[in-house]
């Protein structure tokens, strides 16, 4: 009766593709808890101060019901005075958020435009929404507007949705936000710009790369609240009838349990600590530079992509610098391109320049 997934997962560790959940142990190279939030006494006490006051563990329901928390409704004003949008919405976390925008913003005669190397999250979306889409070349410009001109001059009449990874989780490279804006505003199309990366990490009190640009009417960004805020959920930052939207339509938005009122209360803390406390950020790009030094490349972010190619031997390699007593884990497709295989080191707080340079020591 089970023969088929038995026969998948041999497939799988045939061509070195199985997974399986490795205990965590050693130094901290691969998680998204860049500025080392996660064990944070701040956040600790947050939990502890909104249990003492009440806060609920379980929200009781879907927030359109009875689980809509005064927590939520201060997260979301918070943050959208944190990242300046009219509003914010918040989610259980990333992919859900991603998930709602993509299928309920776009509408049928709309188009999608995202880039190649999009977080499957927003794919998963698109599929479900009802709005044409096409990929274009990872970080093209020319490509995105030229996407957009020819399904124009296909006959398309509805709003165009350009959709990026401010900062992308697997390369750590950067989209060129600045001139993307430049082609939304050209052909009145709409800018969804994915921060899960970035926030945190760039800009003036971790705003993000696209700091600059919330409050623009076409412009929808999404914060992820399990990566650099050390907790667990998504805010979309958008104008107000977009959340209106949301709200109205978004699938798992009304067909879910809120989430729960004290991770809310943890992240409107992770907030205050990004505008209270800039020196972990400017420790984290200090210890960006020296991963840099140490491991003699670049991407201007902290995350530091180590190719191997093969999937076997970027299994083999991570294994070896577990072993050594760092934790780095080897990423392969479907995540990443067939053939690119890697090591996603990442730099956060819970690692040191000493543990950066043992690193580099095993790769090298
Ligand atoms: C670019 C990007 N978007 C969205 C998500 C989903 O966020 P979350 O982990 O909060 O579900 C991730 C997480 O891996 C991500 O890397």
Redesign the pocket.
């Known amino acids: 009766m089970l023969h088929f997934y038995r026969d998948d997962l041999a497939r799988l560790a045939s061509a070195d593709r199985l997974r399986r959940l490795v205990p965590r142990a050693g130094a901290d190279f691969t998680s ?1 808890d860049y500025l080392g939030l996660g064990a944070s006494p701040r956040l600790r006490e947050a939990v502890a101060a909104a249990l003492d006051r009440g806060v609920g563990i379980g929200s009781g329901g879907s927030r359109l019901l009875r689980g809509n928390d005064p927590e939520h409704e201060a997260l979301e004003a918070e943050a959208a005075a944190h990242f300046g949008s009219e509003t914010a919405l918040f989610f259980a ?6 998930v709602a925008a993509f299928a309920t913003l776009p509408q049928p005669g709309d188009l999608v435009v995202h880039d190649a190397l ?2 499957a ?2 794919h998963d979306g698109m599929r479900l929404g009802r709005a044409p889409r096409v990929a274009v070349a990872h970080n093209d410009v020319a490509a995105f507007e030229g996407a957009i001109r020819d399904w124009r001059s296909g006959g398309g009449t509805g709003t165009p949705w350009i959709a990026v ?1 401010s900062l ?2 697997m390369d750590g490279d950067r989209a060129p936000l600045a001139a993307l804006v430049e082609v939304a505003d050209r052909h009145q199309a709409m800018l969804l710009i ?1 921060e ?2 970035a926030t945190g990490v760039f800009g003036d009190g971790g705003r993000g790369l696209a700091a600059g640009l919330h409050g623009r009417e076409n412009v929808v960004t ?1 914060h ?4 650099a805020l050390g907790a ?3 805010l979309l930052c958008v104008p107000r009838v977009l959340r209106d939207m949301l709200v109205n339509r978004a699938r798992g938005f009304i067909f879910s349990t809120a989430p729960s009122p004290l991770i809310a209360a943890a992240v409107r803390e992770a907030l205050r600590i990004l505008a209270d406390e800039p020196e972990r950020q400017a420790r984290l790009w200090a210890l960006i530079g020296a991963a840099e030094k140490a491991l003699g490349f670049a991407t201007g972010s902290q995350i530091l992509p180590v190719i191997v190619g093969a999937d076997g031997a970027a299994v083999a390699l991570a294994e070896r610098c577990r072993a050594a007593g760092y934790d780095v884990r080897a990423i392969r497709p479907p995540t990443v391109p067939a053939g690119t295989a890697r090591l996603r080191v990442s730099i956060t707080l819970n690692v040191d320049e000493t543990a950066i340079a043992g690193l580099a020591e095993v790769l090298r």
């Open positions: 998204n976390n990333g992919y859900a958020a991603n999009i977080h999250s927003a990874e992308y989780g994915d899960a990366h999404l992820t609240c399990g990566k667990e959920g998504g």
